[in-house]
């Protein structure tokens, strides 16, 4: 599997166009053609956002004016009815117009929540659906804690992103420059100046630092994804864990994974501590120089007490936007590496998708041919090679040989989870090339090897094989699987929920739940893979003769390791090394003397042996 996640080493400077890139990703999310709802919420949130920030520059004039009417200062450059109103009511006066600022903001954040919800909504969706479309050759690779941490940080990253694409740069500019005017036009060119100096130094050194800091929080999330990759693993083997007594052997594998993520995360502490004294070193120098100054300005006459408090108020205000600036670009940072893994998950390629005319599978008698097939998981080592083979409508063709022979490829090239190299496969002489996939499936049941079951209730994983059934529908089916009885003798009956992946539930159990599923499903073709090797032999009896009665009227592929199960086949093929060697109905092969006689008299031997034992 291509590793997505790129390493810091090559962040720069290729991350800078990836950040672009993921910021034009993100961006239709605010202004969807088909959603005017969006829009109108995005510019209402706006219009919110420009009324409060022209009140956070308005507000420290109410400051001023309070403080110089206080003050009794005749000089003051205040208009005339700010000094009118009087202490008491600039002081109400400045009150209210904080509150005005805040509630503006919040209007505008509560009117937004929605457009961000729904992208959250909409990209989770959307990689949620493409993990399904990606190839088996992509799941049989991946490591399910570190996608799932891909996705999960991608995710939580898209709304906080999308604030700043609105609320954050664009009006912090804003602020800045209105302020930056009005230091200018109130008092002279020195204190704009300073200011100036002051907000590049900070910008530049908080980027800077930032920069650096991506890479260490970079490590971090990788060493954080490692260790919750291995402790998803290893809970996910808990029985295996358990066998071979490795719980602790499994805790220092952990330890060994989140050792490297504290180091990571140190390091990320260590950083912030520096990078959070240089921001407040630069702020403050440039605050005590711009007081200093007003404070001169006052001794001397030419600014009144109330001109130095409103300096003070803009200089804070100043300090603000600037801090969250620190905070928000860092975070800026780390959403745009963090959504830009989950967009290069989403860029993984579907190695099998449809044709764009691709039309649905017509199942009229299901035949089924696999005309020269060659295939294989890499090119340079094929797997099946030239096959050959025809199951006839309605027949039963069983598939057997030694492990590695491409008996499981047969069938997940049927079920089309990759596409063959060479030849074709049809149905009904359709190539499954050129139908959709969804039809295909639909027209397919499997019963696997190890039947893994849903989290959830009997009743829910017996009616995933089809949703709309009735109640009545999944409950003939279980019976037809030979497994009401047990359900009606649990405490719970089929709401009695089954566990991860079925543990709760024996290996008998559950491939009778997944019979029982196929069944509901009433597909025209069956495929069987080798869905009694896992179990004992009475169980194997009593479910083979469910498979049996299921696979009336149907096209039956089954995949065998044990071959008594297969005697009753129409035709049975022996697979070997990717090529038919033998083909014929069980007595033609045991007649024939050849291979498949072979396995059958050193399974009888194996069979006689443990019976014996």
């Known amino acids: 599997m291509r590793r997505l996640t790129p390493t810091a080493s090559n962040m720069d400077p290729d991350h800078k166009i990836q950040g672009w890139r993921t910021i034009r990703r993100v961006a239709p999310y605010l202004w969807p053609e088909d959603q005017p709802w969006v829009k109108q919420r995005v510019v209402i949130s706006m219009v919110m956002l420009f009324i409060a920030k022209i009140i956070a520059v308005g507000t420290p004039f109410f400051y001023k004016a309070a403080v110089d009417a206080l003050a009794g200062d005749s000089s003051a450059s205040s208009p005339a009815w700010m ?24 209007l505008r954040d509560a009117i937004f929540a929605k457009v961000g919800q729904r992208a959250l909504r909409q990209l989770a969706l959307e990689t949620f659906t493409h993990i399904h479309r990606l190839s088996m050759r992509y799941h049989i690779t991946r490591k399910t804690g570190g996608l799932s941490r891909i996705i999960e940080r991608g995710v939580k990253g898209v709304e906080f992103l999308l604030r700043f694409l609105l609320f954050s740069i664009g009006p912090l500019i804003l602020e800045l420059t209105m302020i930056s005017i009005i230091l200018w036009a109130v008092f002279d060119f020195w204190y704009l100046a300073v200011v100036v100096v002051t ?12 920069e650096w800091r991506v890479k260490i929080r970079k490590e ?9 990759q291995k402790a998803i693993d290893s809970l ?32 990320t502490s260590y950083s912030l501590a520096f990078l959070n004294f240089g921001q407040s070193l630069l702020i403050t120098t440039g605050l005590v120089i711009v007081m200093a100054m007003a404070a001169m300005g006052v001794q001397n006459g030419t600014l009144t007490v109330g001109d130095f408090v409103m300096v003070n108020a803009y200089m804070i205000q100043i300090t603000m936007p600037l801090n969250f600036l620190g905070t928000v670009y860092r975070e800026i940072r780390q959403a745009l590496v963090d959504m830009g ?82 030849g074709a496969l049809r149905i009904d002489g359709q190539d499954v090339r050129d139908v959709s996939q969804n039809s295909l499936h639909s027209q397919i049941g499997v ?9 959830d209730t009997i009743y829910y994983n017996i009616a995933y094989g089809r949703p709309e059934a009735s109640r009545s529908e999944v409950e003939d089916a279980a019976k037809a699987a030979k497994i009401h009885d047990f359900i009606v003798s649990l405490p719970d009956g ?20 997944g019979i029982a599923r196929t069944l509901l499903k009433n597909p025209p073709i069956l495929l069987l893979d080798e869905a009694t090797s896992a179990l004992d032999t009475d169980t194997e009896r009593d479910i083979q003769d469910s498979l049996k009665a299921m696979g009336e009227g149907r096209s039956v592929i089954t995949i065998a390791h044990r071959l008594s199960t297969v005697v009753d086949a129409d035709e049975i093929v022996v697979l070997e090394e990717g090529v038919i060697v033998e083909r014929g109905s069980h007595d033609t092969l045991l007649e024939s003397a050849g291979r498949y006689s072979r396995m059958w008299q050193r399974q009888q031997s194996e069979e006689e042996d443990a019976s014996a034992a």
């Open 494 to 513: 089929y709401e009695t929920t089954v566990g991860e992946r079925g543990l709760k539930l024996s290996g008998g159990e559950k491939q009778r739940v």
């Open 220 to 228: 971090m999330n990788d060493q954080d994804t490692d260790a919750n």
């Open 341 to 422: 893994e989950m967009f290069q998950l989403l860029e993984q390629p579907a190695e099998v998708s449809d044709k764009p005319d691709a039309k649905p599978l017509t199942v009229s008698g299901g035949e089924i041919v696999f005309d020269d097939v060659v295939f294989g998981y890499e090119a340079a080592r094929p797997i099946l090679k030239g096959i050959s083979l025809t199951v006839g409508a309605g027949k039963t063709i069983a598939i057997v040989g030694p492990s590695g022979s491409g008996k499981s490829t047969i069938g997940r090239l049927l079920f089309r989870f990759y596409d063959v190299n060479e």
């Open 83 to 106: 000094l009118a109103a009087g202490a008491v009511g600039l002081t109400v006066a400045y009150g209210v117009a904080r509150l005005l600022n805040v509630g503006f903001q919040q």
């Open 447 to 455: 019963v696997p090897q190890d039947t893994v079951l849903f989290n």
């Open 199 to 210: 907000i590049a130094g900070y910008v530049w050194f908080t980027f800077k630092v930032t």
């Open 236 to 267: 996910l083997n808990f029985e295996t864990v358990k066998y071979f007594g490795a719980e602790q052997r499994e805790a220092a594998r952990y330890d060994v994974a989140m050792a490297g993520y504290e180091k990571a995360a140190l390091k």
